[in-house]
C-alpha cells in the first residue's frame, strides 16, 4: 500500500474516498469529501511550490509558477491519484459509476486532493510527515511535462511537438455538437496526429473543444 494510504484513523481515510454522489444515495453516510478536497488543494499548491523552489535555485517566478501549474494540473493529479491505486477505493454513486466512474480525470484528481488534506489533519496537521511523500510524487513527473506547459495555445504546442516529431501533416480535428439546447450546445472534438487518433475534448465552443482535444494529445504524446 502507498504511504500516503496509511492512516491512524481510517475515517478520515474513508472520508476523503467518499464523493458527494455517494452520499446522496446513502444518506446514512457521515460526510462527503469536500472540505477535504479544498484543504488538500492548498496543501499542493504550496508543497509543490517549496519543492520547485529549492530544486531550480535560478529559476524566475514566471517559469516556477509555470511548472508549479504543471505538477498541481487536473490530468497530472489524476496519474498520481492512478499511480496510489485510488482509482479502486473511490466510493461513488451509481450515477457518477455510469458517467465513467473512477476513470474520470475530475474526480480522481479531487479525490487525490481529499487525501492529501486527509493525511495532513491524519498526522496533527504536521507538513513535515506529508511533503517527502508528496516530492516523491513529484519526482516521478517527468521533465517533458514541463515543455508543454506555457502560455502558448495548446493547439500551436500539438502542432510544433508533431512537427518535432518528424510529422508533415498539421494534427486534424474533427468538431461536432454532441448535446446542449442551442443556447447552451455541448461540443466533441477530436484530434489525429498522422491519422491516429490522440486526443478528445469536450467544451462548450467548437474552440474550447478543440483546446480540450489538443492538451489530451499532448499528455499522451510525451508520456
Do not use: C, W
Amino acid at each position: 500500500m502507498h504511504p500516503l494510504l496509511v492512516f491512524n484513523d481510517e475515517s478520515l481515510l474513508l472520508q476523503a474516498l467518499t464523493h458527494r454522489s455517494y452520499v446522496n444515495e446513502n444518506l446514512d453516510t457521515p460526510g462527503h469529501n469536500e472540505r477535504l478536497e479544498f484543504l488538500g488543494d492548498a496543501i499542493l499548491n504550496f508543497a509543490s511550490g517549496q519543492y520547485l523552489y529549492y530544486l531550480y535555485p535560478a529559476m524566475q517566478e514566471d517559469e516556477l509558477t509555470r511548472r508549479r501549474s504543471a505538477l498541481v494540473d487536473e490530468n497530472q493529479l489524476a496519474k498520481f491519484a492512478l499511480e496510489i491505486g485510488l482509482d479502486s477505493k473511490i466510493r461513488l454513486g451509481q450515477g457518477a459509476i455510469l458517467e465513467g466512474g473512477a476513470q474520470n480525470p475530475n474526480l480522481l484528481s479531487s479525490a487525490f486532493e481529499a487525501v492529501v488534506g486527509a493525511y495532513y489533519l491524519d498526522r496533527d496537521r504536521r507538513l513535515e510527515q506529508l511533503l517527502p511523500i508528496l516530492e516523491d510524487l513529484f519526482d516521478s513527473v517527468p521533465e517533458d511535462i514541463f515543455l508543454v506547459r506555457s502560455n502558448v495555445d495548446p493547439k500551436n504546442q500539438l502542432q510544433e511537438f508533431s512537427q518535432a516529431r518528424g510529422v508533415i501533416t498539421p494534427p486534424q480535428y474533427i468538431t461536432k455538437k454532441v448535446g446542449g439546447p442551442d443556447h447552451d450546445p455541448e461540443f466533441r472534438a477530436r484530434v489525429y496526429v498522422d491519422d491516429t487518433l490522440y486526443g478528445e475534448g469536450f467544451g462548450r465552443s467548437k474552440k474550447e473543444a478543440q483546446k480540450n482535444a489538443a492538451i489530451e494529445a499532448l499528455d499522451k504524446l510525451i508520456d
